[in-house]
């Protein structure tokens, strides 16, 4: 017998993990399944779906992130994936849509997928912020985390990979872009 093992919702779907590994996708719409998913590494602890559900991060009982692509049906190994994942977000930002983070309760560890790789989707770690003890990660957009303290108050932080010099205003657009370039392939390369 599988049991329901998580759950997430998006504004389309409902989206449920089994202890089977099974991914079903629930199109709320037309009150029909549309999308299922054997996850053949074992059951799925939790699943978080980008906001529009169109990918999501899948984390298997043995604490292994996946990513996972419902509309290719291709799952693909998070490289460097925490072993210990308190709490995943995505960049709610459209420009930053492919960004998600992965906090460790001590470090935020910022991921980029590439749903258009040569071989199938694939994802890859970009680097880490270090954020204050007693600050939780509440909400991520443009690579600026906003935090909620102890104390309830709310503070913001910008990840270290989203960071940019404060004399960028003379920096020509092409010289941007190479630089971007330059930092994706060393984090591609680690």
């Known amino acids: 017998m599988t049991n329901f093992s998580c759950h997430a919702l998006t504004p389309d779907f409902l989206i449920l993990g089994t202890d089977m590994g099974g991914i079903s996708y ?36 043995k604490s ?3 990513v996972y692509n419902p509309v290719t049906d291709e799952i693909a190994p998070i490289r460097d994936f925490p072993d210990k994942a308190e709490k995943i977000l ?22 980029l997928v590439n749903p258009d790789d040569t071989e ?14 007693g600050q939780h990660p509440a909400l991520l957009l443009s690579g600026e985390m906003s935090l909620q303290t102890s104390s309830g108050k709310l503070v913001k932080t ?33």
């Open 158 to 190: 910008m990840l270290a990979t989203h960071e940019i010099s404060p004399n960028i205003s003379g920096t020509l657009h092409i010289c941007l872009g190479t630089e971007l370039s330059s930092a994706i392939r060393a984090a591609i390369c680690r």
């Open 120 to 133: 199938g989707i694939s994802c890859v770690r970009l680097g880490k912020t270090k954020i204050g003890s």
């Open 26 to 61: 629930f199109l709320i719409e037309d009150w029909v399944t549309v999308q299922e998913f054997k996850h053949v590494a074992g059951g799925i602890r939790e699943i978080v779906p980008e906001p529009n559900g169109i990918k999501a991060i899948v984390v298997d009982v």
């Open 64 to 66: 292994q992130g996946h």
């Open 90 to 111: 995505w960049d709610n930002s459209p420009a930053d849509k492919d960004v998600f983070v992965v906090y460790d309760g001590t470090e935020l560890h910022t991921f």
